[in-house]
C-alpha cells in the first residue's frame, strides 16, 4: 500500500493521469465532485484539466471509463473554455465509448455529444458522428445514427445540419447490418417529421421495400408541426417560452411566431446531389441537333431530354445547349421536336435553378413568339418550359421581351403571355412587384381587355385580378382609373378566386408578410400561411378569418374607417374613396346645370349673373360666396356652381372685383364639396387666362390649387400646362409654370407624368420670352428635387448657354431635399401613408430613366459584326469593337435587345491582347449607362465575366474591371450579383488579385444593402480561405470584409460555416470572427414609414422619434430582444442623430449612449513628445505610404487609444463612411471648447485626416477639409506652429488632394494650404509643394505650381528652397509638360516670379529649349500690356504675412478678417449647409482669400489715389456717422450675422473708392466683438495706412480732401476706442518707435501718433482693466530699451519722452504698487530704465498721498454757489440749445452760449451734448470758436495760417483741453491765459501740429470748462505748451480733486515747494511763447 499513498497525496488532474486505474479512478471520481462545486464557469480551474478530457472519455479501464465520462458531462456541462475540446473528445466517444458492450457507457457517450450541441458545437460533433458512420464496427455506426437521431429530435432541424446526413443515409440503407439498417430507418422517419415530402426525392433509388416500409412508418407521424424541445446556450428565451407554454397547457398558437421559425422550411433541391450532365452530352449531338432529318434531331433531343430529368445539375457553361434548343423552339419545322426541345429547356431551368437565369433573356422572347402554335401538347410543353424558367430569374429581368410581344397581332400569342403574367403575377409578392413593374404591365393588360378576341380578353382579367391580389388595391387601382365599372367589377371577381402560391388568401395580409419567399416552395403551405392570418386577424378591424369574406379580396376599401386603411392597404394615399366613383361624373346639360344651382342659390343671385351693372354682378357674386359657404359637401352641386360661374360673361368678366370674387368661389367649391374632373375641366381653361393677370392672378392659382387638390395634381397639372401652351400669352405660360414649381413643392412628386412636362418644359425653354424661360428652369430645378440627375438627360442637346443655366439652379439645388408634401395626404390618406409615398419618390427616378426614348439596336449587331469581334487577327477584332462603340454612342440609351453581343463580348474579356480587354470593359461600361437598369438580365452572362477579369495581372486592366463592375452594380442593384453561386466561384479561385478585388469591392458594396440573398453564405467558406491566403493583401481584404458578410448573414452562420475547417485554421477564423462582431456595422436603415427621406436630411420631423427608431432598432436585432429595450434604443438614437439631419442609423445593441459628455480629446502630458520620439527612434512606423496599410490604421488606433473618447474612437475607425462624417461633425463642435485637447492629439488628428484623404466618399473629403480650414484657424490664433513631424505626416497627403478633379474640393484645398502658411514656414511648405509637382496627375502638377507661384509672390524669392536657382529651374522643366494646364500654370507661375524679379529670372532659369524659351517670353509681354496687379498684392501681403513669421510675440496676432470668417465659420457649419460665401461676388474671391488676415489694405490702396481719375468720387462723406449707423442693424449680434455681409464689407475695405473704404472699416470697427479681432499688427498698418493718408498733401488737393481727412479722423478714433486696448496701445508704442527710428519718416507722422497715444492714456482710466499690462509694459520696455533717455532727450522736439512718462505716471496711478507685479514678461529688466523710473513715481505719489487731506481747489468757494444755482442754470442752458437746434436762431443761440460761457466759466454743458449727434457737437464747439476768434479779433491771423476755419476740426486725436486757471480779473484789461491758448492754437496750426478733434465731445468743454475739475487731458495740453511751472506749482491743489477718472497731470516726477504767484505765471508764460514763435521763425 506504501505506493497507494503515494498518489493520494497528488492534486486531482495529476491523479487523473496517473498510470495506475485506481488512482485515475479516484481522480475522476474528485474531478467530478470539483466540476459539481464550481460556481464559476469562467473559473481558471477550468482550463487545467484542457487537455485531460479526451483521456477521460478513452481511458482503457472499462470501470475508470464510467468514472471519467461522468466527469467529463460534468465538465462540458459546466465549463466555459469546453468548446475548445470538441473535435478530440467527441472523436474519442465516437471511437472509444460507442463501441464498449455497456449500455451506460453509451449512454453516458450520447448525452456527452448532446451536450456538445448543446454548448454551441453542433457542427464539430456532426462532423465526428458521420465520421463515425464509415466505421468498421457495426455497433459505433449503430450509436452514431442513434446519436444523430436524439440530436435531431431534440434540438430540431434548424440547429442539426439535415443535407449530410440525408447525403449518407441511402448507403444507411445498403448496410448488411440490419442493426444499420433499423437505425437507420428510425432515424429516416424522424427526418420526415421535421422536412416532410422534401426527403422523398433523395431516397426514391433506396430498395423498394424499404421505400415502403418507409412511407408507411411516414404515413403515421403525426401532422402536427415538431418542437424543438432541447435548446442552445443561446436560446434560453426560447427555452423560458417553451416551458411557459407547456406550463399553461401546451396551448402552442401562442408562440406560433416562434414555432413557425424553429421549422425551417426545407427544400428537397437543396438535399440532392448535383449532376454533372455537359460531358454525358452524345458526342456528335451538335452535329445530330442541326441535321436534315428530324429523326437525327429527335434522338439528340432525347438524349438530351434524358440528362436533364436529374433533379438537380451542376453548374456549368450552357450556353451553347440553350442556343441550339432555343434554335429548335423557335426555327424547327417539326411542331413535335418543337415540344421535345421546350421539355428540355424546362428540364435545365428546374435542374439549375437561378443558375439558368442568365440565359432567360434568351430565351423568354422564343418561347412566347412560338405560342403562336395550336396544338394543345405544343403549348403545354412551351407552359411548363416558361413557367419553369421565370423561377429561375425574375419578373424584372424579362419584363421588357414580355412587353415586346404584348403588341404582338396574333391572338393566341396575346392570351397566352397574359396568361403567363398571371401564372408569374401569383409567384410575386407586394415587394418583388413594385409600381415600376406594375405600371407597364397594367398599361399593356388594359390594352387586352378592350381586345376584340374573348380569349384574350379573359387572359387579361386573370393577370390583372392577379395583380389586384398580390400587389392590393392601393398599388393597383391608380392604373385601373380609366377602366368602366363593368369591367373592374369582372377584375375584382377574378381577384378573389385567384389561389396564391405562397399561402395567402387574402391581399390584406400581403402587406403584413414577412420572410422572403424561397424560389422552390411547393405551393400553399398551409401551416405557415393559415399561422399567420390568424394572428394578424385579430388586429385587424373586420371578419378577417374567413378570407374571402371580405368583398374584394383585397385591401379593405379606402372608404371604410382610416384604422381599416391604415393597416390593410398600409395607409392609403392619393387617391381618397368617394373619387373612384366620382371620376366617372357625366357632363350635366346646362338646364339641368341651372335647376340644381336654383335649388341651392338665392334667385336673385342666379338673375344677377349676367347683369350690364358690374356693381349687380359684385353683390351677386358675394351671395353666391355666402351660400357656397354654408352649403354641406354631400349636398353640393359642384358641376352646376361652376357652369353657372361660367356663364357670360363667365371668364371674359371685365371687372377685375367681380372676377376676384368669382376665382375665390371656384377655389371654395373645389375644397368644399365632391368635385369631379369633369367640373374642374368647366373652370380650367378660364383659370389658365388669367393666371397671368395682376390683379387676379393670385386668386386663379387658389383656385387652381384647390382643384389639384380635389382632383390630384398629376391630372390637373397636366391640364393646366397643356392648357397654357396652347394659348400666346407668354405671361400666363409663365405663371403656370411658377405654380406648377410651388404646387410640385406642396404636392410631393407621386403620380406626374414627368414625360409630358418635359415637352412642355422644353417648348418654354425654346420661348422667346425669358421670364417663361426662366420660370421653365425654375420648374426644372424644382422636379431636380424629385428626379435628381437623370432629370438632366433630356436636355442634353439643348443649346450651350441653357444648360449651363440649367446646370446652374440643379447645383443650387444640390444637396437639398424635397420638402415633404403638405398638401394632397391629409385629407384623404387612412393612416401615416408615408409607405406609399416613398415607394414612389423612389419610382421617381426610376421612371424618369424608363421615359427616355431608348433605340433598338439589335438590328445592327449583324452576324458579320459578331464574326468580327471573333475574328483571328486582333486588328479586325479592334474594328469590330470600335464598331460596337461608334453604336452605342449613336444610339445615347438603347433597348435590352443586343442580340448576339453579349456572346461576343464575353470572349472578349479573356483576350489575349490586353488593349482589346481594356476597350471591351469600356464597352461594357457605355452598355450599363446606356440600358440603364434594364442591364440586369446580362449579369449573369457578362457581369460576371468582369469579375473574372479583376483577377487580371496588370494593373490598369484591374481598375478598368472594377469601373465596369461598379457601373453595372450602379444601374442593377447588388441583388443580380448576389444571387446564386457564380460570385462564389469567383471567389473560390486562388488568384490573389481577383480575390483582393472582389472582397474589396464587396466590402464595399455590402454594407449600403438592407438585404441580400441567401446566396451569400455560399462566398463564406471562401472567404475564410481566403483570410488564410499566402497573399498579405487578400487576407487583409478578408478581414475588412468579414464585418460585412457578418452583418447581413449574422454571427452564428457564420461561426457555423467554420465546422469544416481545419482545426487550427477554424479557432483563429472564430476569433476573427469574434473581432469582427464587435466591429460589426448597422445594417442600413430601410426608408420605412418615418424616415421617408432620411438619406438626404433629416426626416420629416413629425414622425422621427417614435416610429423611425423602434422600426430601425428591430429591423437590425440580431437575436430577437424583448420589446422594451427596442424602444429604448430607438428613442435615444433618434435623439442624437435625428438632430444633425444624418441618416438614422441604429446600432442593435446602442452603445452610443455609453456617455458623450466628456471631453473627447484626453490631454496626455508630454505625450506627443513621446510619440514623436517612438518614431525617430523607429519604434512605431514612420507615416509614409503611398496608400494606407492596415498596420499604419492599427498603430494610429492604439496611439489613439489613450488621448482620444472611446466612443469617438469608434466612429472615427468604424467600417463605414456616415460614422466618419459624424465624427467629424463632433469634431467640430469641440473644437473651439477643446483647444488644448486639439493641440495636444494634433499630430493623431492630421494622421487620421490623412486616411480620410484616400477614402472615395466625397461627402466624408469636404467635412474633412472643412475641419481643416477651422482647425487652421484656431492654430493661427494660437499661434501655434507646426512641428516638423507633423508636417511631414500630413502636408504631402493634403497636396495629394490638390489633384481632385472636383472644383470645390480643389479650392478647399487651396485655401487650407494658404492657411497653413501662418502656422509653418512657407518655405518649408515650398519644397512639400515643390514635391507635389512630381506627380502623375496632370491637375496635382498645375495646382501644385500655381500655389509655389503665389508663395513667391507674397514672399518673395527666399522661399524657393533649397535655392532659387534650383526651384525655378526644377520649375522650368514644367514648360514642356504633355499637359496644357501645366504647361500654363508654369508659364504663370515663372510670370510671377518675373512680375517680383525682374530680369534676373532668365539667369535663373538656366538652359530651356528655344520652344520653352519662346512661349515664356510671348508670356512675360502679354503679362506685361496688362496692369500689373502683382506687386501691389505684394506690398499688401508682405507685412503681414512676414509679421507673422517674426519672432516678436507680441505681433504674432491675427487680422480681424481671419478670425472672423472662423469664427463665422462655425456658426455657419453649425445651422446651414451651403457655403453662404458663393453669393460673394467673383472679383472679391481672390481677395478673401490672399486678404484673409489682413486688414490694412487700405493703407495700400491710398497712394493709388493720385492715378485715379478722381472725378468719380462724387458724393461727399459729409456725415460719414449717419452712414455707418444705416448698415449697423446686420451687425447687431454676431450670431444673425452671415458670413457674407461681413466678407461683402471686407471685400469693400479693398474697394478703389476710398470713400466706400473708409466706410468699410469703420463699420468693422463699429462693432466691438468685430473689433477686438484686430491684432496688433494690423492695427500697426492700420494706423500706419490712415496717418500716412492723413498727411498725405495730395488729399488736400482733392476736391473733397477736407472730407476724406475728416472722415479718416472719425475712423481712428473709432480704431481708438473700440480695438482691443492692449493691441492698440501696443501697435501706438511699436509704430511710434520705427517712425523716431525712421530717418525718412516725418516728424508730423511721430507726432500724430503721440497724439494717438494721449488720447488712449486718457482713455486708461476706464479700460485699465481689460488691458494686459504686462505686455504693454513688455512694449514700453522694448521702447526704452531702443530709446533711453538720453537719446531721446536728443530727439528734436521732447514730446517722446513726455508721452512716455505721462503714460507710465498714468498706469502708476491707476495700478499704484501693484504695478511692479506686472513686468512678467520681461526677462532682463537692467536693459532698460522702466523698473527704476516705475519706482522713482510710486515713491513720489507716496509722498504726496500723506498731504492730501488740507489742499483744496483753486475755486473752492465757488463750488458751493455752482450747486445752489445749478437747477436755474439746466433752464437757461436748455433754452440756448432750443436756438441752437432751430434752423432760424442758431447764431445767435452760439453767442448766447459763449456769452453765457463767459459769464458762468464753471457752467456745465455736458449733460445738454451727450445726448445730440456727433456732427452737433463739432458744429457747436467749431462755432463757439469762431464766435471766439471774431470777437478777439483774431480772425486776421487765422485765415493768414492758410487753413480754413473748418479744418481745425478736422485732424487726429489729439487732444486740447486746456485748463482755464481762472486769474483774478481785476481791470477788464488784463488778458486771461485763454487768449494765449488761443494764440498757442494757432501757432501750433502754423506748424502743422492740429488742436482739435470733432470726434471727441471734451473739446467744446475744453473753450468753457470748469475751472474746478480739469479734464484729463489737461496735462496733455499743458504738455504741448510747455507751461511746466504753471503746471508744477499747481499740482499740489490739484491732487485732492483728481477723482479716480481723471490722470495725474504730472508727467515729471518731482515737484516745486512753494507755488509762484498768478502773475509771475503769465508772465513767464508771455515769455515763453515769444521764445517759441522766434524759435519757430
Not at 378573389?496 to 400581403?510: F, I, M, N, P, S
Not at 376676384?660 to 365632391?674: S, T
Not at 507615416?1183 to 482620444?1204: A, H
Request: charged fraction near 30%.
Amino acid at each position: 500500500m506504501g505506493d497507494d499513498s503515494e498518489w493520494m497525496k497528488l492534486p486531482i488532474d495529476q491523479k487523473c493521469e496517473h498510470k495506475l486505474w485506481k488512482a485515475r479512478l479516484n481522480g475522476y471520481e474528485e474531478a467530478l465532485k470539483l466540476f459539481q462545486k464550481i460556481d464559476d464557469e469562467k473559473s481558471p480551474e477550468w482550463s487545467k484539466y484542457l487537455g485531460l478530457i479526451k483521456k477521460f472519455v478513452t481511458d482503457s479501464n472499462a470501470v475508470a471509463q464510467l468514472k471519467g465520462l461522468e466527469a467529463a458531462l460534468a465538465y462540458v456541462e459546466n465549463a466555459h473554455v469546453a468548446g475548445k475540446t470538441t473535435g478530440e473528445v467527441a472523436s474519442g466517444v465516437v471511437n472509444k465509448v460507442f463501441n464498449q458492450p455497456k449500455a451506460r457507457a453509451k449512454e453516458l457517450g450520447l448525452d456527452i455529444c448532446l451536450m456538445y450541441i448543446e454548448i454551441e458545437k453542433g457542427e464539430a460533433v456532426q462532423e465526428e458522428l458521420l465520421k463515425g458512420l464509415d466505421n468498421k464496427n457495426p455497433k459505433i455506426i449503430v450509436a452514431c445514427i442513434e446519436t444523430l437521431r436524439r440530436a435531431l429530435s431534440e434540438f430540431g432541424s434548424k440547429i442539426i445540419s439535415l443535407k449530410p446526413i440525408i447525403k449518407v443515409l441511402p448507403k444507411l440503407f445498403e448496410s448488411r447490418e440490419k442493426a444499420v439498417r433499423d437505425e437507420a430507418k428510425l432515424l429516416a422517419v424522424e427526418i420526415y417529421r421535421w422536412i416532410r415530402d422534401a426527403l422523398r426525392p433523395p431516397l426514391q433509388n433506396i430498395n423498394s421495400v424499404q421505400l415502403k416500409e418507409l412511407e408507411e412508418e411516414w404515413v403515421k407521424v403525426s401532422s402536427a408541426a415538431p418542437k424543438q424541445t432541447r435548446f442552445l446556450r443561446s436560446q434560453q428565451e426560447l427555452k423560458a417560452k417553451f416551458e411557459q407554454q407547456q406550463a399553461v397547457g401546451g396551448d402552442a398558437d401562442g408562440g406560433g411566431d416562434d414555432e413557425e421559425e424553429a421549422v425551417p422550411q426545407v427544400d428537397a433541391y437543396e438535399l440532392l446531389e448535383a449532376v454533372e450532365i455537359l460531358s454525358k452530352l452524345p458526342k456528335d449531338f451538335y452535329e445530330k441537333i442541326e441535321a436534315k432529318k428530324w429523326q437525327e434531331r429527335k434522338e439528340a433531343l432525347e438524349a438530351v431530354e434524358l440528362l436533364v430529368k436529374n433533379p438537380k445539375l451542376e453548374s456549368g457553361d450552357y450556353a451553347d445547349l440553350v442556343k441550339v434548343l432555343k434554335k429548335v423552339v423557335g426555327k424547327d419545322t417539326n411542331v413535335m421536336l418543337v415540344a421535345l426541345a421546350a421539355k428540355c429547356l424546362a428540364g435545365l431551368a428546374a435542374g439549375l435553378r437561378k443558375k439558368f437565369g442568365q440565359y432567360a433573356g434568351h430565351v423568354v422572347p422564343t418561347i412566347l413568339e412560338k405560342f403562336k402554335e395550336k396544338k394543345p401538347q405544343v403549348v403545354q410543353a412551351l407552359q411548363e418550359a416558361i413557367d419553369a424558367i421565370f423561377l429561375t430569374t425574375t419578373l424584372q429581368n424579362i419584363s421588357e421581351d414580355v412587353l415586346a410581344v404584348m403588341d404582338n397581332k396574333n391572338p393566341t400569342i396575346k392570351q397566352q403571355t397574359s396568361l403567363f403574367i398571371a401564372r408569374s403575377f401569383r409567384h410575386c409578392t407586394p415587394s418583388t412587384l413594385p409600381k415600376s413593374l406594375l405600371k407597364p404591365f397594367c398599361a399593356a393588360l388594359l390594352k387586352h381587355i378592350n381586345d376584340s378576341a374573348p380569349e384574350v380578353r379573359d387572359a387579361g382579367f386573370e393577370a390583372l385580378g392577379t395583380a389586384l391580389k398580390v400587389a392590393g388595391e392601393k398599388a393597383v387601382n391608380p392604373f385601373l382609373a380609366d377602366v368602366d365599372k363593368l369591367k373592374l367589377d369582372r377584375i375584382k371577381e377574378c381577384a378573389e378566386k385567384v389561389e396564391l402560391v405562397y399561402g395567402k388568401k387574402t391581399g390584406g395580409t400581403a402587406e403584413k408578410k414577412e420572410g422572403k419567399p424561397i424560389a422552390g416552395k411547393t405551393p400553399a403551405l398551409s401551416g405557415t400561411g393559415g399561422d399567420k392570418e390568424t394572428k394578424d386577424a385579430a388586429t385587424k378591424p373586420g371578419p378577417l378569418k374567413k378570407a374571402p369574406a371580405v368583398k374584394s379580396g383585397g385591401p379593405p376599401k379606402k372608404g371604410k374607417p382610416a384604422a381599416a386603411a391604415g393597416v390593410g392597404g398600409a395607409g392609403a394615399k392619393g387617391k381618397k374613396g368617394p373619387e373612384t366613383k366620382e371620376i366617372f361624373e357625366s357632363e350635366l346639360s346646362i338646364e339641368v346645370c341651372e335647376e340644381k344651382a336654383a335649388a341651392v342659390l338665392p334667385a336673385s343671385c342666379i338673375q344677377q349673373l349676367d347683369s350690364g351693372n358690374w356693381k349687380e354682378r359684385l353683390a351677386c357674386m358675394e351671395e353666391f360666396q355666402k351660400a357656397v359657404e354654408l352649403m354641406e359637401r354631400s349636398e353640393m352641386p359642384c358641376q352646376a356652381l361652376v357652369r353657372m360661374l361660367a356663364k357670360k360673361p363667365g371668364w371674359k368678366e371685365t371687372n377685375f372685383q367681380v372676377m376676384q370674387m368669382k376665382l375665390h368661389i371656384v377655389a371654395l367649391i373645389a375644397q368644399k364639396g365632391n368635385f369631379s374632373k369633369t367640373s374642374a375641366q368647366v373652370v380650367l381653361d378660364g383659370l389658365v387666362d388669367k393666371v397671368g393677370d395682376v390683379k387676379c392672378g393670385s386668386n386663379a392659382k387658389e383656385a387652381m390649387t384647390a382643384i389639384a387638390e380635389a382632383c390630384q395634381l398629376p391630372w390637373t397639372a397636366e391640364q393646366v400646362v397643356a392648357m397654357a401652351f396652347s394659348q400666346k400669352n407668354p405671361k400666363n405660360q409663365s405663371e403656370t409654370l411658377n405654380w406648377l414649381s410651388n404646387a410640385i413643392k406642396e404636392f410631393g412628386f407621386s403620380g406626374l407624368n414627368v414625360k409630358a412636362f418635359i415637352s412642355n418644359v422644353k417648348t418654354a425653354l425654346a420661348a422667346t420670352n425669358p421670364a417663361v424661360r426662366t420660370s421653365a428652369i425654375t420648374l426644372l430645378g424644382v422636379m431636380y428635387l424629385y428626379v435628381g440627375p437623370p432629370l438632366r438627360m433630356f436636355f442634353e442637346d439643348e443649346k450651350p448657354a441653357l444648360l449651363s443655366q440649367i446646370d446652374a439652379e440643379f447645383e443650387k439645388m444640390q444637396g437639398q431635399t424635397a420638402p415633404a408634401p403638405t398638401r394632397g395626404i391629409s385629407r384623404h390618406s387612412g393612416g401615416g401613408g408615408d409607405d406609399g409615398e416613398e415607394e414612389e419618390q423612389e419610382d421617381v427616378a426610376n421612371d424618369v430613366v424608363d421615359l427616355l426614348p431608348r433605340t433598338d439596336i439589335g438590328d445592327k449587331i449583324t452576324a458579320e459584326l459578331v464574326s468580327k469581334i471573333g475574328d483571328k487577327n486582333w486588328k479586325i477584332r479592334k474594328e469590330g469593337l470600335d464598331e460596337v462603340t461608334s453604336i452605342i454612342n449613336d444610339a445615347k440609351f438603347i433597348q435590352p435587345n443586343i442580340g448576339e453581343l453579349p456572346i461576343a463580348l464575353k470572349s472578349r474579356l479573356n483576350d489575349s491582347n490586353k488593349i482589346l480587354v481594356q476597350q471591351t470593359l469600356s464597352i461594357l461600361q457605355q452598355l450599363a449607362t446606356a440600358m440603364g437598369p434594364n442591364i440586369k438580365q446580362h449579369v449573369k452572362n457578362l457581369g460576371i465575366p468582369v469579375i473574372t477579369v479583376l483577377g487580371d495581372s496588370k494593373n490598369n486592366v484591374r481598375a478598368a474591371a472594377l469601373a465596369t463592375v461598379n457601373a453595372w452594380a450602379e444601374q442593377t442593384g447588388m441583388k443580380e450579383w448576389l444571387e446564386g453561386e457564380d460570385l462564389s466561384e469567383e471567389l473560390k479561385k486562388e488568384n490573389p488579385f481577383l480575390r483582393q478585388e472582389l472582397l474589396g469591392w464587396l466590402a464595399e458594396k455590402l454594407p449600403t444593402l438592407r438585404s441580400v440573398p441567401s446566396d451569400l453564405l455560399l462566398c463564406v467558406p471562401h472567404l475564410y480561405s481566403c483570410l488564410e491566403d499566402r497573399n498579405g493583401d487578400v487576407r487583409k481584404k478578408a478581414q475588412d470584409a468579414l464585418p460585412f458578410f457578418m452583418m447581413h448573414l449574422g454571427f452564428e452562420k457564420m461561426a457555423k460555416a467554420t465546422s469544416k475547417l481545419k482545426p487550427t485554421s477554424k479557432d483563429q477564423v472564430l476569433a476573427m470572427l469574434e473581432k469582427a462582431k464587435a466591429n460589426m456595422p448597422a445594417k442600413p436603415a430601410p426608408p420605412a414609414k418615418s424616415s421617408s427621406r432620411v438619406v438626404g436630411g433629416a426626416a420629416p420631423a413629425k414622425f422621427q422619434p417614435a416610429s423611425a427608431l423602434a422600426e430601425d432598432s428591430g429591423s437590425n436585432t440580431m437575436e430577437s430582444k424583448p420589446d422594451p429595450k427596442k424602444a429604448k434604443s430607438g428613442g435615444a438614437s433618434s435623439k442624437v442623430k435625428g438632430v444633425q439631419g444624418k441618416k438614422v442609423l441604429s446600432k442593435p445593441n446602442l452603445k452610443e449612449d455609453d456617455d458623450k459628455s466628456g471631453p473627447i480629446f484626453i490631454i496626455v502630458p508630454n505625450g506627443k513628445e513621446q510619440r514623436m520620439k517612438d518614431e525617430k527612434g523607429l519604434k512605431v512606423l514612420k507615416w509614409n505610404f503611398t496608400t494606407p496599410r492596415d498596420e499604419y490604421i492599427e498603430q494610429l488606433k492604439t496611439q489613439m487609444s489613450t488621448c482620444v473618447a472611446k466612443w469617438l474612437q469608434d466612429e472615427m475607425f468604424h467600417a463605414d463612411f456616415q460614422h466618419h462624417n459624424k465624427a467629424l461633425a463632433v469634431m467640430i463642435e469641440h473644437l473651439e471648447s477643446e483647444k488644448e485637447g486639439v493641440i495636444s492629439c494634433l499630430d493623431l488628428i492630421l494622421k487620421w485626416l490623412t486616411l480620410r484623404f484616400f477614402d472615395t466618399n466625397t461627402s466624408v473629403l469636404m467635412k474633412a477639409l472643412e475641419y481643416l480650414k477651422l482647425l487652421f484657424n484656431l492654430l493661427s490664433q494660437e499661434e501655434y506652429h507646426l512641428t516638423e513631424n507633423e508636417a511631414s505626416s500630413f502636408i504631402p497627403y493634403l497636396i495629394l488632394k490638390v489633384g481632385e478633379p472636383k472644383d470645390v474640393i480643389r479650392k478647399d484645398v487651396r485655401a487650407i494650404l494658404n492657411r497653413m502658411c501662418l502656422i509653418y514656414p512657407a518655405s518649408k511648405m515650398f519644397t512639400f509643394i515643390m514635391e507635389g509637382t512630381k506627380s502623375k496627375n496632370s491637375k496635382q502638377r498645375a495646382e501644385c505650381l500655381e500655389e509655389l507661384g503665389c508663395l513667391v509672390e507674397s514672399y518673395g524669392m527666399n522661399v524657393c528652397q533649397p535655392t532659387p536657382g534650383k526651384a525655378l529651374k526644377e520649375m522650368a522643366t514644367h514648360i514642356g509638360d504633355r499637359d496644357n494646364t501645366v504647361r500654363n500654370a508654369a508659364l504663370n507661375t515663372i510670370v510671377t516670379v518675373y512680375n517680383v524679379h525682374g530680369d534676373q529670372v532668365f539667369k535663373l532659369i538656366g538652359n530651356l529649349s528655344e520652344k520653352d524659351m519662346s512661349m515664356l517670353e510671348e508670356r512675360i509681354k502679354r503679362s506685361a500690356k496688362r496692369p500689373s496687379a502683382a506687386p501691389v498684392r505684394q506690398v499688401e501681403e508682405k507685412p503681414q504675412r512676414t509679421q507673422n513669421i517674426s519672432a516678436n510675440a507680441s505681433m504674432l496676432r491675427k487680422g480681424p478678417a481671419e478670425d472672423m470668417s472662423s469664427k463665422l465659420n462655425q456658426n455657419r457649419n453649425m445651422g446651414s449647409h451651403s457655403e453662404t460665401a458663393h453669393t460673394v461676388p467673383r472679383e472679391f474671391q481672390l481677395d478673401l482669400d490672399e486678404i484673409e488676415n489682413d486688414n490694412s489694405t487700405v493703407r495700400c490702396e491710398m497712394p493709388a489715389l493720385v492715378q485715379h481719375k478722381l472725378d468719380d468720387i462724387f458724393e461727399p462723406v459729409l456725415i460719414p456717422e449717419p452712414k455707418i449707423r444705416a448698415v449697423s442693424p446686420h451687425f447687431d449680434d454676431m450670431h444673425s450675422n452671415t458670413a457674407s455681409t461681413i466678407n461683402f464689407v471686407i471685400s469693400q475695405v479693398a474697394s478703389g473708392d476710398i470713400n466706400t473704404s473708409i466706410q468699410a472699416l469703420a463699420q468693422l470697427f463699429q462693432i466691438e466683438s468685430l473689433a477686438r479681432e484686430a491684432s496688433t499688427g494690423v492695427l500697426k498698418d492700420l494706423m500706419h495706412g490712415l496717418i500716412t493718408l492723413m498727411l498725405d498733401s495730395r488729399v488736400e488737393d482733392l476736391e473733397e480732401g477736407e472730407q476724406v481727412i475728416r472722415s479718416v479722423n472719425l475712423l481712428v478714433v473709432k480704431v481708438l476706442e473700440k480695438s482691443d486696448q492692449t493691441n492698440i496701445l501696443s501697435a501706438l508704442l511699436v509704430l511710434l518707435q520705427d517712425s523716431l527710428l525712421a530717418t525718412a519718416s516725418s516728424p508730423k507722422f511721430s507726432e500724430l501718433v503721440m497724439k494717438c497715444l494721449w488720447r488712449m492714456v486718457r482713455l486708461l482710466p476706464e479700460t485699465i482693466n481689460s488691458i494686459n499690462l504686462d505686455r504693454i509694459l513688455l512694449d514700453i520696455h522694448i521702447f526704452m530699451k531702443v530709446f533711453p533717455k538720453e537719446k531721446l532727450k536728443q530727439c528734436k522736439s521732447e514730446f517722446p519722452i513726455r508721452t512716455l512718462k505721462t503714460l507710465l505716471h498714468t498706469l502708476c496711478k491707476l495700478k499704484g504698487p501693484k504695478i511692479l507685479d506686472h513686468l512678467t514678461m520681461i526677462d532682463n529688466k537692467n536693459e532698460s530704465e522702466l523698473e527704476a523710473h516705475l519706482c522713482r513715481v510710486m515713491k513720489h505719489s507716496m509722498d504726496q498721498t500723506g498731504s492730501k487731506a488740507d489742499k483744496d481747489t483753486e475755486k473752492g468757494a465757488s463750488r458751493i454757489e455752482e450747486k445752489a444755482s445749478k437747477a436755474k442754470v439746466n433752464d437757461i442752458l436748455a433754452e440756448i440749445f432750443k436756438k441752437i437746434g432751430s434752423k432760424e436762431n442758431t447764431k445767435e443761440g452760439l453767442a448766447e452760449l459763449y456769452e453765457y460761457k463767459k459769464k458762468y466759466s464753471d457752467a456745465d454743458i455736458e449733460p445738454f451734448l451727450k445726448n445730440s449727434s456727433q456732427f452737433f457737437q463739432s458744429y457747436v464747439e467749431r462755432g463757439l470758436r469762431l464766435i471766439e476768434t471774431e470777437r478777439e479779433g483774431k480772425g486776421r491771423i487765422a485765415a493768414s495760417t492758410g487753413i480754413s476755419p473748418q479744418m481745425e476740426g478736422t485732424c487726429v486725436p489729439a487732444s486740447t483741453h486746456t485748463v482755464s486757471s481762472s486769474i483774478g480779473n481785476t481791470n477788464g484789461e488784463e488778458v486771461g491765459p485763454s487768449v494765449y491758448l488761443e494764440r498757442l492754437k494757432i501757432l501750433r496750426q502754423r506748424c502743422g501740429l492740429d488742436n482739435a478733434k470733432q470726434e471727441d465731445r471734451p473739446p467744446l468743454t475744453s473753450l468753457l470748462s470748469k475751472p474746478a475739475v480739469p479734464t484729463v487731458a489737461s496735462s496733455t495740453d499743458m504738455l504741448h505748451s510747455k507751461l511746466s511751472q504753471l503746471r508744477e506749482s499747481r499740482e499740489q491743489y490739484q491732487h485732492l480733486d483728481l477723482d479716480s477718472n481723471q490722470t495725474h497731470s504730472s508727467g515729471i516726477g518731482t515737484t516745486l515747494a512753494s507755488p509762484s504767484s498768478a502773475a509771475a505765471n503769465i508772465d513767464d508764460l508771455k515769455k515763453r511763447l515769444e521764445r517759441i514763435k522766434s524759435s519757430r521763425k
